[in-house]
């Protein structure tokens, strides 16, 4: 079984910074890329940010400069590291992770969706 878990979320003033963590745990052979997305109240779903297992990157236009993700391979952990934040930033953040793990000596496939962290910035 595979599980992955969010942390990092909380209330910042605009201007400040937060550090979101991605943990992805069990039969897990290969992380093959991991992302963040976000959701603001009846808004869709975005990507904001995601890294390959090579660490490749691509952002979503409104984080470049501002946000930065980084990944621990030995851990299947990645990081979002963000600055300068925005009151428009303020949203349920999730973590995605497209992996391979075995199950009854087979191989899989899947993408794992975290429960979501919330990041509120106040103006």
């Known amino acids: 079984q595979v599980h992955v878990a969010e942390s990092g979320g909380g209330l910042v003033q605009a201007g400040g910074s937060l550090r979101l963590t991605c943990a992805a745990s069990g039969s897990i052979f290969r992380i093959n890329a991991m992302g963040w997305y976000r959701q603001a109240p009846g808004k869709q779903r975005e990507l904001v940010a995601a890294i390959t297992s090579g660490g490749s990157t691509n952002y979503a236009d409104s984080v470049k400069g501002r946000f930065t993700i980084s990944r621990d391979n030995t851990e299947n952990t990645v990081y979002l590291q963000m600055d300068s934040l925005k009151p428009e930033d303020t949203a349920v953040y999730y973590c995605?992770?497209?992996?391979?793990?075995?199950?009854?000596?087979?191989?899989?496939?899947?993408?794992?969706w975290g429960q979501g962290t919330q990041v509120t910035v106040s103006s």
């Open positions: 995605n992770a497209d992996l391979t793990y075995y199950s009854g000596g087979y191989g899989y496939t899947d993408d794992y």
